[in-house]
Nanobody, 127 residues
Framework: QVQLVESGGGLVQAGGSLRLSCAAS????????MAWFRQAPGKEREFVAA????????RYVDFVKGRFTISRDNAQNTVYLQMNSLNSEDTAVYYC????????????????????WGQGTQVTVSS
């Protein structure tokens, strides 16, 4: 079955950086658009960043533009989220998600678009 396993979360001071990874198995990774979402306590899960199958297209929510970078390595079946200049509002559980698609350059950002989800990794930013 499909498994998405996030790692790289932890506790970091404001202004610091973290790199999240999501290792995929049980699917043809290159046939999937990928994305990162996050969920803070008491809030809805929200879109953060997305990347197309061929990495040609990326999309970010406004509040992470210029700070976060999504990338993928199709040979390693892994998607990454580099997070810089972290602040307390970035504290959340971060989830990766996969969507099988025939559109090689497509990106997706709605929760209902995605077929598979990881279990999440906690990111805590101390001020």
């Amino acid at each position: 079955q499909v498994q998405l396993v996030e790692s790289g979360g932890g506790l970091v001071q404001a202004g610091g950086s973290l790199r999240l990874s999501c290792a995929a198995s049980g699917l043809t990774f290159g046939d999937n658009a990928m994305a990162w979402f996050r969920q803070a306590p008491g809030k809805e899960r929200e879109f953060v960043a997305a990347i197309s199958r061929n990495s040609a297209t990326t999309r970010y929510v406004d509040f992470v533009k210029g700070r976060f970078t999504i990338s993928r390595d199709n040979a390693q079946n892994t998607v990454y989220l580099q997070m810089n200049s972290l602040n307390s509002e970035d504290t959340a559980v971060y989830y990766c998600a996969a969507k099988a698609t025939s559109y090689i350059a497509g990106v997706y950002f709605r929760r209902q678009d995605f077929d598979s989800w990881g279990q999440g990794t906690q990111v805590t930013v101390s001020s």
